[in-house]
């Protein structure tokens, strides 16, 4: 699976509430007709955040690189998704992560290992460096 964050910072020239409305409304359903898109999350500051700082963490899980290079590659998609954006965002920073759980349900990790002991140093970079695309 991979696994595409964005950090998001709000128009600041709009209320918050207009902002998170136009972003679940037309530019949520650019990305969840997107075939290979398993998950898309948004994680919202619950509190007031300094000008100029993030206001959100969005998450976009991809089935597979296939599914990830038909998001980058289609310019319908890519264009639909900034004219939306603009509604919403003044800033967005796009990139492919690596994910590493420190801690699951019970304390323990998915292959059994106890929380806080994995050796996060072993594992090798993702292969994809290039920028991402906004969403």
Same mark, same amino acid.
Not at 118 to 130: E, F, G, K, V, W
């Given at each position: ?9 709000? @128009? %600041? =020239? ?5 902002? #998170? ?6 530019? *949520?359903?650019? $990305?969840? &007709? ?31 690189e296939a599914a990830l290079e038909r998001? @980058? %590659? =289609? ?5 639909? #998704? ?6 919403? *965002?003044?800033? $967005?920073? &796009? ?5 590493h759980a420190l801690i699951r349900s ?30």
């Amino acid at each position: 699976m991979i696994k595409r964050v964005s950090l998001v910072r709000l @128009r %600041s =020239d709009l209320p918050r509430a207009t902002c #998170l409305e136009r972003w679940q409304g037309e530019h *949520a359903d650019v $990305v969840r &007709a997107l075939p290979g898109v398993v998950e898309y999350t948004l994680d919202v500051a619950s509190e007031p955040r300094p000008p100029g700082g993030w206001d959100a963490v969005v998450t976009v899980r991809f089935v597979d690189e296939a599914a990830l290079e038909r998001f @980058r %590659s =289609d310019p319908n998609v890519q264009e639909r #998704l900034r004219i939306t954006r603009e509604d919403f *965002a003044e800033a $967005v920073d &796009a990139f492919l992560v690596e994910e590493h759980a420190l801690i699951r349900s019970g304390g323990a990790l998915d292959d059994g290992t106890a929380a806080g002991h994995r050796d996060l140093t072993a594992r090798n970079p993702p292969s994809t460096t290039s920028a991402e695309p906004h969403t």
